[in-house]
């Protein structure tokens, strides 16, 4: 599968976005969808995904803030941020997974789209 995302830019802090993954392929909804995200000199940390089924995961700090949802029949995984903080600027990639169990663990996922950048001015 061949990921595509977009939807990231500059954005004051407490504004929003949403980020979009389009992925190619007949076969969507049998992944699990994820979001990661990477900022200058850290490690690539799990943001949120939604399993083949729907169930819902995120990283504490994203609780309330992130949510993630897909469409199947658009082939799509979204990622809705709101009420950003300058400490959510990183680039944030999509991955897609077809394990029998979701990982937050970003060495697991095996497909990767090229990430879109996310920027929060204080």
């Known amino acids: 599968v061949q990921l595509q995302a977009s939807g990231g830019g500059l954005v004051q802090s407490g504004g929003s976005l949403r980020l979009s993954c389009a992925a190619s392929g007949r076969t969507f909804s049998s992944y699990h969808m994820g979001w990661f995200r990477q900022a200058p000199g850290k490690e690539r940390e799990f943001v949120a995904a939604?399993?083949?089924?729907?169930?819902?995961y995120y990283v504490d700090s994203a609780k309330g803030r992130f949510a993630i949802s897909r469409d199947n029949a658009k082939n799509t995984v979204y990622l809705q941020i709101d009420k950003l903080k300058p400490e959510d600027t990183a680039v944030y990639l999509c991955?897609?997974?077809?394990?029998?169990?979701?990982?937050?663990?970003?060495?697991?996922?095996?497909?990767w789209g090229q990430g879109t950048q996310v920027t929060v001015s204080s």
């Open positions: 991955a897609a997974d077809d394990e029998r169990m979701v990982s937050r663990t970003s060495q697991t996922w095996d497909y």
């Open positions: 939604v399993g083949r089924f729907g169930s819902l």
